[in-house]
């Protein structure tokens, strides 16, 4: 799925998706070209909850918590240095 074919299918819900295909633009946009529904939440605690839970399970899976009742996903990424991306 795509984000405005999600937003007309759960309108107005909190969703967990995974990004199955995306790419990020020169300006650090992250772009979800293809998206897959993981859970339905109540809230958007909720949303986070479930978020925290998937991601320490799946570390290299690309989850995010959403509402559709936004009109687009303005999702940045963020570079971190180095050392922070170091197991110890």
Request: aromatic fraction near 12%; charged fraction near 25%.
């Amino acid at each position: 799925m795509i984000w405005s074919e999600l937003r007309q299918a759960y309108h107005n819900q909190w969703l967990i998706i995974e990004a199955l295909e995306a790419h990020t633009t020169p300006d650090t946009q992250r772009h979800l070209d293809h998206i897959a529904i993981v859970e339905m939440c109540k809230s958007g605690g909720d949303a986070m909850q479930s978020y925290r839970r998937l991601h320490q399970q799946y570390p290299i899976r690309e989850f995010y918590f959403v509402n559709t009742g936004r009109e687009t996903l303005d999702i940045c990424e963020r570079k971190y240095p180095k050392k922070f991306l170091i197991n110890h």
